[in-house]
């Protein structure tokens, strides 16, 4: 059974920082590309960052660039986005994606920037 699960969302003041992780399980998770995506109320879902299987390159949208990191560790089959100098824009639900042809979601993890 395909798992993907998120967590270290929250309520954080603008300019804070937080680190979001994704465990995946029930895929070869080494061998697949990941990314982050957020959707925020009445808006449509967006790519926030990619990370090939290796690591070895990534790819950021460019509202997130300069402030947010992808990264995995594939021996914990854990795919995390460090995010710094949030915005009250960065507010959304952020979900852990494993892209076709696999194309899992997990179940997302909130986060909210306000003072």
């Known amino acids: 059974q395909v798992q993907l699960v998120e967590s270290g969302g929250g309520l954080v003041q603008p300019g804070g920082s937080l680190r979001l992780s994704c465990v995946a399980s029930?895929?070869?998770?080494?061998?697949?590309?990941m990314t982050w995506y957020r959707q925020a109320p009445g808006k449509e879902r967006e790519l926030v960052a990619e990370?090939?299987?290796?690591?070895?390159?990534?790819y950021y949208g460019n509202s997130v660039k300069g402030r947010f990191t992808i990264s995995r560790d594939n021996a914990k089959n854990t795919v995390y986005l460090q995010m710094n100098s949030l915005k009250p824009d960065d507010t959304a639900v952020y979900y852990c994606?494993?892209?076709?042809?696999?194309?899992?979601w997990g179940q997302g993890t909130q986060v909210t920037v306000s003072s």
């Open positions: 990370i090939t299987s290796a690591g070895g390159f990534t």
């Open positions: 029930g895929f070869t998770f080494s061998s697949s590309v």
């Open positions: 994606n494993a892209p076709p042809p696999l194309d899992y």
